[in-house]
């Protein structure tokens, strides 16, 4: 039954995708920039709500209090592709992602994508590519948008964690751009690489807001690698102990084919 459900879902997103990105490319030109960004959240908000109905994957927030309201640069835990499609439709404000350029000749789904303000790198470009991420970062963030990074830079396994790039606390620090660090476990129920989906609930938790203001990148990158990495012990308990683990999504992984951010 549940991979009968999970090629149901994968089923689904094809279907979905297609034509609701064709919709964007459409009307985008007819839209603010404001609105083409919530018009591209409709896309996710529909998928977390299959995914509820076909997969069981229930979610939970807490901390929404910790959310400033001004522009701030988040940086989360990465397990999965669930956090990509769910957090845009979770935040109050634009998310501004920061992705490789090559997602922008994924069809349909990075013509879309292209078509928002987003942020670019070419990675090929070496130091040359922070500069432009900070050029385009204070576009972004003086027209009061929230960027999005996960420092980890590729997703994690449950209970793992990868060194955390300092990018996005140059960033803040570079800018003075105040810091929300943001832990969940959705790769309890969607893994990475994984085409199999699981039912659960997947609790994303917000941290307190870290200033930036005169400290330095390294300063702030442990900060926010400090607290993340305790709350996910707080949040996901099971995953970090030396119990064998007995949920199901911690199976060995498949395949994948959703785009890395």
Not at 58 to 63: A, M, S, T
Not at 102 to 118: D, I, K, N, Q
Not at 159 to 176: C, H, V
Not at 232 to 245: H, N, W
Request: charged share 20%.
């Amino acid at each position: 039954m549940l991979r009968l459900r999970s090629i149901l879902f994968f089923i689904f997103l094809i279907v979905w995708t297609v034509p609701y990105a064709i919709a964007c490319i459409v009307s985008f030109p007819f839209l603010s920039r404001v609105q083409r960004y919530w018009f591209a959240v409709g896309w996710c908000r529909v998928v977390l709500r299959v995914a509820e109905a076909l997969c069981g994957i229930r979610y939970r927030v807490i901390g929404r209090e910790n959310l400033p309201d001004t522009p701030a640069i988040i940086l989360s835990k990465h397990q999965s592709a669930w956090e990509t499609i769910a957090l845009p439709a979770l935040m109050s404000r634009p998310l501004c992602y920061v992705f490789k350029r090559e997602l922008l000749y994924v069809p349909f789904f990075g013509w879309a994508l292209g078509l928002l303000s987003m942020i670019h790198i070419d990675r090929s470009k070496g130091t040359d590519a922070f500069q432009s991420v900070v050029q385009q970062g204070r576009l972004r963030l003086a027209e009061g948008a929230w960027i999005i990074m996960f420092p980890e830079g590729t997703r994690t396994k449950t209970g793992s964690r990868n060194k955390y790039k300092s990018g996005g606390a140059r960033l803040a620090a570079t800018t003075g751009t105040p810091v929300v660090p943001v832990a969940h476990n959705a790769g309890r129920v969607w893994p990475r690489n994984s085409f199999m989906k699981y039912p659960g609930e997947v609790i994303v938790s917000i941290g307190p807001v870290i200033q930036t203001e005169g400290r330095t990148a390294e300063a702030v990158n442990a900060e926010v690698a400090e607290w993340i990495e305790r709350e996910m012990v707080r949040i996901d308990p099971a995953a970090y102990t030396s119990k064998p683990r007995t949920h199901a999504a911690d199976a060995t992984d498949t395949s994948d084919a959703t785009p890395r951010t």
